[in-house]
Every structure is written in structure tokens, then in C-alpha cells.
């Protein structure tokens, strides 16, 4: 059962899904995106409407690839698993996206301000 914090973090993908298929920067389920979490990362799961979609859908990877098997994270869960450990302490989020006006993918990545 995820804690409070997690399930916010969960819904916060989804509203930022959903928010994608609003803005036009991605349409149907083609965008995805993963939010590093704990010694992991949450993710999408592949072939999800955005707007059916619930925060105990959103996927938890382990660092290794490791997830519950009942679960589908997005096929190209290993591009953001590159992505988030090549990039331990700068990048929290990752989202690929496919405008619907460009035919290459448009780049989206917040990252985490330093403390120091």
C-alpha cells in the first residue's frame, strides 16, 4: 500500500500526463514519465490511458530494473533507468515526449536545485 507520500507523487505523474495530452506536447499514451523515488524511480506503466489511469498503476523500479511482476512499466522504462542513474544527484524527473507538430522527440528536464 503506498504511504501518503508516495501515492502525491504518484498523482503528481498522472496530472503532469494529463496535463501533456491538454497542452498537445504528446496525444494518447505515446509520452511517458518517471519521477526518481527513494533507491528507485516511479514510472508509467506502458499502453495506459491517461485518463483512466490510477496512482497504484504507477510502476516503482528499482535501480537494478527490479518491479512487481504484476505491474507493466513503459517500454522504454530502460531509457529512463539509464537516464536517472547516469544523472544521480542533478535530474528527478524525465519525460520524453512526441509533439504532435514534430516528428523528432522534444526533450522536458527539471531539475533539482542545488542546497548548496
Partial sequence: MPTTNDR?????????CRSMN????????????????????LITPTSTPYEAMQPEQ?????LDGSHDAAQRPSSEWRFHLDILRARPKSMRWFMPT???R???PSWAWKFRRSTT
Fill in 98 to 100: 512526441r509533439p504532435i
Fill in 58 to 62: 504507477i510502476v516503482f523500479m528499482g
Fill in 8 to 16: 502525491e507523487k504518484r498523482q503528481s505523474i498522472i496530472d503532469a
Fill in 22 to 41: 491538454a497542452l498537445g506536447i504528446n496525444q494518447g499514451t505515446s509520452g511517458n514519465i518517471s519521477l526518481r523515488h527513494g533507491e528507485g524511480l
Fill in 102 to 104: 514534430r516528428s523528432s
